[in-house]
């Protein structure tokens, strides 16, 4: 079965520090692959999306990067982060051939910056 | 793009209650989920139900497609039903989800 990981769980970071947050995906392959991020509150915003290795569209422009070095593994990044970084950040996939559509998340990221 | 409405946003039940979550877009879709956010953060999947009624225990979705309305029941709450219930979209071939603004529901014991 298909299972979804990304790490760290927590982090606290200064401003202007930066940042990596990892996900990797196992049992498929050549998933869409979905970074978004969750503000105080509840709304869910796409970051960026991959169909395939090196290929990332961004959704908000903004002060993060993603990279997708390998087939099932997707990176969001900062070279320096700022206050407005901080949230709750899911990684997610879904099948790409035949597919419904559905997403499945990861567990999560949640990310201070001080 | 795609709109999606949730209501209503906080929702508090006794225990053993029952309650129905309503989510409403404003374009036809081909993708249509529910997840529950527990509190940790990570959001499960409940249902995927572009159209039709489906259950699954306690919990049951109907998406009337030609009336951009999904429903979720859920019956018999029980605390741990507690959460943020999001309802997401997709009406375009990049599968990528539009979410809705939740609904924070409380099961007080």
């Known amino acids: 079965s298909q299972t979804i990981h990304q790490w760290p769980a927590t982090l606290v970071q200064p401003v202007g520090s930066p940042l990596s947050l990892e996900c990797t995906v196992e049992?498929?392959?050549?998933?869409?692959l979905y970074w978004y991020r969750q503000a105080a509150g509840r709304g869910l915003q796409l970051l960026f999306y991959?169909?395939?290795?090196?290929?990332i569209s961004s959704e908000v422009p903004q002060n993060l990067s993603a990279s997708r070095p390998q087939d099932r593994q997707f990176i969001l990044s900062s070279k320096k982060l700022l206050l407005s970084d901080s949230g709750f950040y899911l990684c997610?996939?879904?099948?790409?051939?035949?597919?419904?559509?559905?997403?499945?998340f990861g567990e999560g990221s949640r990310l201070t910056v001080l | 793009g795609i709109q999606v409405e949730q209501s209503p946003p906080d929702l508090i039940l006794q225990e053993g209650a029952n309650s129905t979550l309503r989510c409403n877009f404003s374009?036809?879709?081909?993708?249509l989920q529910w997840f529950h956010q527990n509190p940790w953060g990570q959001l499960i999947n409940l249902f995927y139900?572009?159209?039709g009624t489906k259950q699954n225990g306690r919990l049951s979705a109907t998406t009337v497609a030609t009336e951009r309305y999904s429903l979720l029941y859920i019956s018999s709450s029980q605390t741990t039903d507690s959460g943020v219930y999001f309802c997401?979209?997709?009406?375009?071939?990049?599968?990528?989800?539009?979410f809705g603004g939740g609904t924070r529901l409380m099961v007080k014991p």
């Open positions: 997610a996939w879904s099948e790409k051939r035949g597919s419904t559509g559905e997403l499945f």
């Open positions: 049992g498929t392959s050549n998933p869409n």
């Open positions: 991959s169909v395939g290795i090196g290929q």
């Open positions: 374009d036809s879709v081909n993708n």
């Open positions: 139900i572009p159209s």
């Open positions: 997401a979209v997709n009406n375009n071939a990049g599968n990528m989800l539009t």
